[in-house]
């Protein structure tokens, strides 16, 4: 099994939510994070002030899945989240040891 | 004469819209501040109407308009109002409305006042502190300069004046209070900036307004809320009030456009905090010069007090003074600008009871009363402030501590957040029980229901 983790820009959640649906993808954690990468942050002028806002708001998706399912959602994740502007984000996948659900006990494939 | 029912109705009226502006400005500051530290900075504009509305009942009035017959100070002959009840007011003539009519209405004034100082001691006040030096100020330089700017004396049946403060009997021009609201907070505000110091951050990680709409919002009921003010100081529904209120409304909104011009040449862009500065600056300048200047003027005075006040909130960077929400770059500049401004656009051809100003063939006698008014309430202000708040630093202590200032001034003083930033669900962590002291009493309560 493997944890995808992907860091979009939030207006792209929707988009690869319902992607992920069509795939077949039934559960996902959202959080919303900020953060910063080679696009750095933006700047504002209040009164005259200059201020950089370094942390940009972004969202992070959590998805576990099957490992012959992993390259295609990865995949399917990059692909509705590309904007092909600056910031757009990163995806990346882990392997998972272990997954339960905490209702059933369930382990491993059954759980997800 | 007799009680003007019209005349009484407006000033009545004027009064509630001039205390909504003391709310509003509490909007306008608040949104300003961080989100940590805005219940604190609203806090000190309520505690100003509380604190100020009892003193002026007391003894503020009569100190500010009682006749003592000094031009410096008020007597305390109307001390609690009792005497004032069913009496007209005199004011340098006498006016159909009530003596109480007036001293209500006078109130909002004193206490919009020390509320205009707090934002430029932004996060970093203590509570206690702030409320002493708002009754200590009110009491020695507030009532005072009212007295000085706004009390024409009494006058008799045989048309002898008495009492008249010292700058009213002068000449000064100053319709609504350009100094001795504006210019005398600003100066004050210039003061506490640099008794209380600079906060931790300042020009480093300097603070961002947390909420800009509440900042429009605060714009708005100030704007609202000043046609009472400037319209209001007519004391009557006269032509003069209606002068007045039309050149509130075009002098704000020719310094609104003033600003984001600037804005946007110098910045790139138009903002929205800049709109609602930029509105507030033209208030400010309009207020001394509204009944006294034709209404294309008070369009130039509003787009110069737009444009220069826009330019002098930078000026805190330069000269290393936090004057966190800039009360001198927009009320003690501001203020300046309008009063002087009288003495060049001023004419009695809008109001037989102003001036001639250079422009109008009254020569340059009219600027240099209205550069002494800016002057000598400006200067008395700002070192009486002085005096007065690091009296207050090394007695109580003013400023609170650094891990205070961090943490926040509003868990600090307050025990409170403006925020539940606990998510919608409000599932979250923390969401808080009630602690022991008052579950018991909540216990006692459930018995008492069931016996």
């Given at each position: 099994m493997k944890l995808i983790t992907a860091i979009i820009k939030p207006f792209k959640l929707d988009d690869v939510k319902s992607a992920l649906e069509a795939y077949g993808i039934h559960g996902m954690t959202v959080s919303e994070a900020s953060g910063y990468g080679r696009q750095r942050?933006?700047?504002?002028?209040?009164?005259g002030a200059e201020y950089t806002v370094d942390l940009v708001p972004k969202v992070r998706l959590e998805v576990l899945v099957d490992d012959d399912d992993a390259d295609s959602v990865l995949e399917v994740i990059v692909k509705s989240a590309q904007t092909g502007r600056i910031g757009d984000g990163k995806a990346w996948m882990v392997p998972v040891d272990a997954v339960v659900r905490v209702r059933t006990g369930e382990r491993g494939i059954d759980a997800l | 004469m007799e009680l003007n029912a019209g005349d009484t109705a407006w000033v009545l009226a004027s009064t509630a819209l001039v205390l909504l502006m003391t709310p509003g400005l509490a909007f306008f500051y608040g949104g300003m501040t961080k989100a940590k530290s805005t219940l604190n900075m609203m806090m000190m504009s309520f505690a100003a109407i509380a604190i100020v509305s009892v003193l002026w009942v007391i003894y503020g009035f009569s100190l500010a308009f009682g006749n003592s017959g000094s031009g410096y100070y008020g007597a305390f002959s109307v001390s609690g109002l009792s005497s004032a009840v069913g009496e007209l007011t005199n004011n340098g003539g006498m006016y159909g409305i009530p003596l109480l009519a007036f001293a209500g209405f006078q109130l909002m004034f004193a206490v919009i006042t020390p509320a205009l100082i707090s934002g430029a001691i932004a996060d970093r006040?203590?509570?206690?502190?702030?409320?002493?030096?708002?009754?200590?100020?009110?009491?020695?330089?507030?009532?005072?300069?009212a007295h000085w700017v706004f009390d024409f004396g009494d006058k008799d049946a045989a048309g002898n004046v008495t009492g008249a403060g010292w700058l009213a009997a002068h000449g000064v021009l100053d319709f609504a209070g350009g100094t001795a609201v504006h210019?005398?907070?600003?100066?004050a505000g210039l003061a506490l900036a640099i008794v209380l110091g600079r906060r931790a951050g300042f020009k480093k990680s300097p603070s961002r307004p947390h909420n800009v709409p509440l900042v429009l919002i605060g714009a708005g009921l100030l704007w609202f809320g000043w046609f009472g003010f400037n319209a209001g100081s007519a004391l009557g529904a006269t032509d003069t009030a209606a002068l007045a209120l039309l050149n509130t409304q075009v002098a704000a909104a020719a310094a609104l456009g003033g600003w984001l011009i600037v804005e946007r040449i110098r910045d790139g862009h138009a903002t929205s905090i800049g709109a609602a500065s930029g509105a507030v600056a033209g208030l400010v300048a309009i207020t001394p010069a509204c009944a006294f200047i034709a209404p294309w003027a008070a369009v130039v005075l509003g787009l110069l007090a737009g444009i220069v006040c826009s330019l002098a909130v930078g000026l805190k960077f330069k000269f290393n003074f936090d004057d966190s929400l800039d009360v001198v770059g927009v009320h003690l500049v501001g203020g300046i600008v309008g009063t002087l401004f009288i003495g060049l656009f001023a004419t009695t051809v809008v109001n037989s009871a102003g001036a001639n100003g250079l422009f109008y063939g009254g020569g340059a006698e009219l600027l240099g009363k209205q550069a002494l008014g800016a002057f000598a309430v400006g200067a008395y202000s700002f070192i009486v402030t002085l005096i007065l708040g690091f009296g207050l630093e090394k007695t109580l202590g003013f400023r609170i501590t650094r891990d205070a200032e961090l943490e926040g001034i509003d868990i600090t003083?307050?025990?409170?957040?403006?925020?539940?930033?606990?998510?919608?669900?409000g599932a979250g962590f923390g969401g808080g029980a009630l602690t022991a002291k008052t579950k018991v009493s909540a216990a006692v309560k459930d018995e008492e229901v069931s016996v």
């Open positions: 942050g933006h700047t504002e002028v209040y009164r | 006040a203590k509570f206690v502190t702030w409320c002493i030096f708002i009754a200590l100020w009110v009491t020695i330089v507030y009532f005072p300069v210019i005398n907070a600003g100066a003083e307050h025990a409170e957040t403006a925020y539940e930033f606990e998510g919608l669900s």
